[in-house]
């Protein structure tokens, strides 16, 4: 398959949210979703705030770019990416359904973030 390899230690949720800066370092935080798996779902997780941004493909670039100078990402893994942007944001669907009760800006928010998920679903299928 297209992603042989492609599996490690892997944050699982790494976004803005879960890095700290400190003189001029970034260091993650938040572990409790690290385990072994697909490097592409740690990109995905990454980008996925920024896919519906007119800057898109700059924003992707720019963190492919600087992901490839600490550890070279193969062109078979970087085609199935659409594929983990859905991932992601099903595994946030999921995870955000769950805590519906808990969260009270979630009836609200939740049925635009899965038509969006959706759409990301959709364009994988096309």
Known sequence: DGIDGAR?????DLHFG???????????????????????????????????SPR???????LLTGYADVRPLPEQQLAVLPEFLAARNLTMAVWLTLRQPLIHRLPRDLGPFLARTAGLCRQIAD
């Open 8 to 12: 490690a230690l892997i944050h699982a």
């Open 18 to 52: 879960n890095v700290v800066f400190s003189a001029n370092r970034a260091a993650p935080i938040d572990f409790d979703d690290a385990g072994f798996g697909y490097l592409m779902y740690d990109v995905a997780t990454s980008l996925i705030p920024y896919v519906e």
């Open 56 to 62: 898109w493909p700059e924003l992707r670039d720019s």
